[in-house]
């Protein structure tokens, strides 16, 4: 039988959470980094929440300065409102979130963002074990952490991404994209290979989405 052509195609990563394990073991899981952070985060007194309507109001700005520091241009607010919010709060006020899409037996991480003042506080800890809770509390059996950066080095900040999404225990799954474009996958491999093009290309992103 003869096989369809898929085009050309690119190697890409995510890392996948079991959460068919109990949650026991998923704590017992991620490394001490992480249960440290959360721990702390809880000890602060910060809260991790389903977000209401009005929380996506107070919510993007901090996503979308989130994205300007990483020269990366932000979606739309209504392009956001599509997956499901979860927001960290510290005193009733919002200092981080992050949003989800639900598939099936699958959440996948969709954008975070915190406010830098408050990092030492653990937030994204505590959103990343929410998440855990929230997944296996719903009957969902992967937690998709929304992408690994394959080659990355030290010193690159998609390196430090890598190195938190690691201290969740799960495990890195490779996939492939496939497209008809050979340009396109071409693109994807230099970006990959070649940092500096990565940081050309964002930055021209802004520039677009500025004019």
């Given at each position: 039988?003869?096989?369809?052509?898929?085009?050309?195609?690119d190697?890409?990563?995510?890392?996948?959470?079991?959460?068919?394990?109990?949650?026991?073991?998923l704590?017992?899981?991620?490394?001490?980094?992480?249960?440290?952070?959360?721990?702390?985060?809880k000890?602060?007194?910060l809260?991790?929440?389903?977000?209401?309507?009005?929380?996506?109001?107070?919510?993007?700005?901090?996503?979308a300065?989130?994205c300007?520091?990483?020269?990366?241009?932000?979606?739309?607010?209504?392009?956001?409102?599509?997956?499901?919010?979860?927001?960290?709060?510290?005193?009733?006020?919002?200092?981080?979130?992050?949003?989800?899409?639900q598939?099936?037996?699958?959440i996948?991480?969709?954008?975070?963002?915190?406010?830098?003042?408050?990092?030492?506080?653990?937030?994204?800890?505590?959103?990343?074990?929410?998440?855990?809770?929230?997944?296996k509390?719903?009957?969902?059996?992967?937690l998709?952490?929304?992408?690994?950066?394959?080659?990355?080095?030290?010193?690159?900040?998609?390196?430090?991404?890598?190195?938190?999404?690691?201290?969740?225990?799960?495990?890195?799954?490779t996939?492939?994209?496939h497209?008809?474009?050979?340009?396109?996958?071409l693109?994807?491999?230099?970006?990959?290979?070649?940092?500096?093009?990565?940081?050309?290309?964002?930055?021209?992103?802004?520039?677009?989405?500025?004019?």
């Open positions: 039988m003869k096989m369809a052509w898929k085009g050309f195609k190697i890409q990563a995510t890392i996948e959470i079991d959460l068919t394990k109990t949650l026991e073991e704590w017992k899981g991620l490394d001490k980094d992480a249960r440290w952070g959360v721990n702390k985060a000890k602060e007194g809260i991790m929440q389903e977000a209401k309507e009005e929380d996506w109001q107070k919510f993007y700005p901090i996503y300065d989130t300007k520091r990483g020269i990366i241009p932000p979606l739309p607010l209504e392009e956001t409102k599509k997956s499901k919010l979860f927001v960290c709060k510290k005193d009733a006020n919002i200092i981080a979130g992050a949003a989800v899409k598939k099936d037996e699958k996948e991480l969709f954008l975070n963002a915190s406010l830098p003042k408050f990092l030492n506080l653990q937030p994204n800890n505590l959103i990343y074990w929410g998440l855990i809770e929230y997944g509390n719903n009957n969902f059996k992967v998709d952490l929304g992408g690994y950066q394959l080659k990355a080095k030290p010193g690159n900040k998609l390196y430090e991404v890598n190195r938190f999404k690691e201290r969740w225990g799960g495990r890195i799954v996939y492939h994209i497209s008809k474009n050979p340009l396109y996958i693109g994807r491999k230099i970006i990959r290979n070649f940092p500096v093009a990565k940081k050309i290309r964002d930055k021209m992103r802004m520039i677009k989405s500025a004019t």
